[in-house]
């Protein structure tokens, strides 16, 4: 069965320091894969989104990054954190046309 | 106009009563649609799809999907404590079938 590990589950990070958050899926091949973010009683943001190794389509031009450097990994990266940063960070994996399926998050509070 | 809306609520519904949650959608040539539970502080947990016009039912859960209208619902019967929690309506973009777009999501709490 296909299974998502995201991690860390929470993480306090002071401002302008750099952040990397990895997610990796089990069980499939292929997959597309998303980071979102979700401010504390909003709704989920689309951040990145990505078909294939290497390809990393990026939704709101912000401080953030992603890297896929493997077929299940996909990464996300900031080099200095904002005080805007600070959310719930969520990785989700697809196939095409199905539903995602979302690990369980980290909490990001940036200080 | 927002690609995917719903009420944010708090929706309020008496415990075995059942549920009526609705959202509505911008793009006409979407194929997917999908309804996603959110407990507080959770990720977000799938727990009805549907893709053809009609009602599609698991269990206490009932989606239904108005192509015409751009018009998807979710009834959930015989409604729990367990089911208070946020519901996201979430559906694909035809331009981008890679891509989904979630609503804000609606509030829903069961009263004892």
């Known amino acids: 069965s296909q299974t998502i590990h995201q991690w860390p589950a929470t993480l306090v990070q002071p401002v302008g320091s750099p952040l990397s958050l990895e997610c990796t899926v089990e069980?499939?091949?292929?997959?597309?894969l998303y980071w979102y973010r979700q401010a504390a009683g909003r709704g989920l943001q689309l951040l990145f989104y990505?078909?294939?190794?290497?390809?990393i389509s990026s939704e709101v031009p912000q401080n953030l990054s992603a890297s896929r450097p493997q077929d299940r990994q996909f990464i996300l990266s900031s080099k200095k954190l904002l005080l805007s940063d600070s959310g719930f960070y969520l990785c989700?994996?697809?196939?095409?046309?199905?539903?995602?399926?979302f690990g369980s998050g980290t909490r990001l509070t940036v200080v | 106009q927002k690609e995917v809306e719903q009420n944010s609520g708090p929706l309020s519904v008496p415990e075995g009563a059942i549920a009526s949650l609705n959202c509505t959608y911008s793009?006409?040539?979407?194929?997917?649609f999908f309804w996603y539970r959110q407990y507080s502080g959770k990720s977000p947990e799938l727990i009805m799809s549907?893709?053809?016009?009609g009602d599609k039912e698991d269990g206490r859960f009932t989606a239904q999907l108005n192509k015409a209208s751009q018009y998807v619902s979710l009834l959930i019967r015989d409604s729990q404590p367990s089911d208070s929690a946020t519901y996201l309506c979430?559906?694909?973009?035809?331009?981008?079938?890679?891509?989904?777009?979630f609503g804000s999501g609606t509030r829903l709490s069961i009263r004892p």
């Open positions: 069980g499939t091949s292929n997959p597309n």
């Open positions: 549907i893709y053809s016009n």
């Open positions: 793009d006409r040539g979407s194929q997917s």
């Open positions: 979430a559906v694909n973009l035809y331009s981008s079938a890679s891509k989904i777009i």
């Open positions: 989700a994996w697809s196939v095409q046309g199905g539903g995602y399926t």
């Open positions: 990505s078909v294939g190794i290497g390809q």
